[in-house]
């Protein structure tokens, strides 16, 4: 697992397996301050006050189990909420670190989850099985709140904006924390992997999601896939350019289409080939 920090309010936890990214904003925590009087300036450490939110998770039950404490070595506030930003179970194990806490995800993801009961757990349960791990308890979604999407989501005095995806599922958000440039867009704008037609996804959806992430690219210093390494504006908007194309000519040549270009490994290539059938 690997920790790095894009804003004073935001960490990117990246899983050792899949390259899964699981992000921790903050909101509410008091700056430091500096004083003067009576002498030397004093520095003032940020309170831990305030709210944490986590964004999706990591994977292996190691990473699942160092959550709090890193959250607490980084001086945030404890874990007050969960946040997915879709369905699918590698972005759902925050239950597992915080299984006190609700999970927060689009209305869309809400009624996936309650269409496909115990899904989640048997794939969960089939990818643990294949790599030999063991987890301490079983996935238990528990309370899921539904979120208004487009809308927003309070953290403390601030807001998150969320905004609507589909096309590598049939549900979805993304999130904007405008306050640090930060864009999670979960399984979108992968460097690493092409886009993913999984079951109930489409190419109009897809095509229709990137439209609505152009525009924050613009206003964006770090955007985060769900899978691969955070990206900077720039690259983000070269790789939503090859998505568009690569999406066109699946339409227009199904299994012909060319890939994006550093996107062509064999497993990329038994993704396309996934993609042309689900299209059939």
């Given at each position: 697992m690997r920790a790095v920090s894009l804003h004073r309010d935001v960490l990117l936890i990246s899983s050792a397996?899949?390259?899964?990214?699981?992000?921790?904003?903050?909101?509410?925590?008091?700056?430091?301050?500096?004083?003067?009087?009576?002498?030397?300036?004093?520095v003032v450490p940020p309170v831990p006050a305030g709210e944490t939110f986590v964004i999706d998770s990591p994977?292996?039950?190691?990473?699942?189990?160092?959550?709090p404490a890193l959250i607490g070595q980084a001086g945030f506030p404890p874990a007050s909420g969960l946040l997915a930003t879709h369905a699918d179970?590698?972005?759902?194990?925050?239950?597992?670190?915080?299984?006190?806490?609700?999970?927060?995800?689009?209305?869309?993801s809400a009624s996936r989850l309650a269409g496909e009961p115990g899904s989640a757990q048997r794939e969960l349960r089939a990818f643990d099985e294949e790599l030999y791990?063991?987890?301490?308890?079983?996935?238990?979604?528990?309370?899921?709140?539904a979120l208004p999407v487009p809308g927003h989501c309070a953290i403390a005095s601030r807001e998150l904006e969320l905004h609507p995806t589909g096309g590598h599922t049939p549900d979805g958000m993304a999130i904007w924390i405008e306050w640090a440039h930060v864009l999670v867009v979960?399984?979108?704008?992968?460097?690493?992997?092409?886009?993913?037609?999984?079951?109930?996804g489409s190419i109009d959806a897809y095509e229709a999601t990137l439209t609505v992430l152009e525009p924050l690219?613009?206003?964006?210093?770090?955007?985060?896939?769900?899978h691969g390494p955070a990206i900077d504006r720039d690259r983000a908007g070269a790789i939503l350019a090859e998505d568009l194309d690569y999406l066109q000519a699946l339409r227009e040549r199904g299994g012909?289409?060319?890939l994006p270009a550093g996107r062509r490994t064999p497993g990329q290539r038994?993704?396309?080939?996934?993609?042309v059938a689900e299209l059939s």
């Open positions: 397996v899949l390259h899964v990214n699981c992000v921790i904003v903050r909101a509410g925590v008091e700056e430091a301050s500096a004083s003067t009087v009576g002498g030397p300036i004093e994977v292996l039950p190691d990473e699942l189990d160092a959550l179970w590698d972005h759902l194990l925050g239950r597992l670190a915080f299984p006190g806490l609700a999970l927060g995800c689009a209305r869309s791990i063991s987890r301490p308890a079983p996935l238990a979604l528990g309370s899921v709140q979960g399984d979108y704008l992968s460097p690493v992997e092409i886009p993913a037609l999984n079951e109930g690219l613009e206003r964006a210093a770090h955007v985060v896939p769900g012909d289409a060319p038994e993704l396309h080939d996934q993609n």
